[in-house]
């Protein structure tokens, strides 16, 4: 993996880079849209192309769970199982692990969990987590790291970067010798700055080709996420890509290119097109919405997706309200293109110096 910073903002702290692995280069700032199971649900692969989706992120835990790692690896590696051949992130799984109320024990070890789907048990170290995702043949995977909710206590978050610094330093060592996947680094701390800094300056300290920034967007306010940023961003190397997970909306999206973010991942787009709604430059609306009964117009006349130019808002209520399929799949379209199309407008304005 290669990333080059191609230019700078003046006006702030954004910029505009290249990143380049085995299966292709992304532009950034980028948006890679989640294919939790080695899918973006209701989407096909090639309509993915078709948008201008340049990678996508897939989820350790439950690739783990199923199909499994082995049978991954004997079908040759997650891009050839699941017909992708642009990059791919893998996540360590630890979001979604420490999601699960009362049904973990953490130690310093690792942590145990037990299977939401037929309830075994299971086990994740660090050293086990870099196995997997070598064995998925990822272009970038993400240590195991301790992700904790927003409101935390201090003590608690401060337990939670000592162990995030140790299992980097695992991680680390487990992936030495291992070409691809390429391992980032991951910093923690909840919305306390002095913790953030001192999660910085450890997992800089240990070195790593790229940075991820986890443990925001779990319900802190926009003005914490971003004071985090301004307190985090710029005790990372400036020629190293820095990704921030699980963040999917256009104004945290915008305000974290301004801050120096080059890569983001979210579920936003498809969940939200699977409840019934479509994001714009507004926020996002509902197409249940009454108003949209006799709406011949497209959902967001501003764009120019598929969906936008070919349906109606009327048409496509009618389609969610009879549980359609095509419903999902033109606000799931609308959506993803909504974020290339975001993402594309951020590097055009960089580089034209209008942020």
Known sequence: MKFEVLSKSKKSKARIGKLITSHGEVETPAFFPVGTQGTVKTMMPRDLVDIGVRGILCNTYHLYLRPGPDLIKKAGGLHRFIGWNRPIITDSGGFQVFSIKDLKAVTDDGVEF????????????????????????????????????????????????????????????????????????????????????????????IGFPGYAIGGLSVGEPQKAMFETLDSTVPLLEDEKPRHLMGVGFASDIIGAVKRGIDIFDCVIPTRLARHGSFLTMEGYSGI????????????????????CRHFSAAYIRHLFIAKEILAYILLTTHNIFFLMKLMKNLREDIQGGKI
């Open 114 to 205: 037990i299977s939401h789907i037929d309830g075994s048990k299971h086990f994740f170290t660090p050293e086990r987590v870099v196995e997997i995702q070598h064995a998925y043949g990822s272009d970038i995977m993400m240590p195991l790291d301790e992700c904790i909710p927003h409101p935390c206590d201090k003590d608690k978050a401060m337990e939670s970067v000592a162990r995030t610094t140790d299992w980097a330093k695992r991680s680390k060592s487990a992936a030495s010798g291992i070409v691809s996947p390429v391992l980032f680094g991951i910093v923690q701390g909840s919305i306390f700055k002095d913790l953030r800094e001192r999660s910085a300056k450890e997992i800089r300290e």
């Open 288 to 307: 249940r919405n009454a108003k949209y009964s006799d709406d011949f117009t497209p959902i967001d006349r501003t764009c120019d997706c598929y969906a």
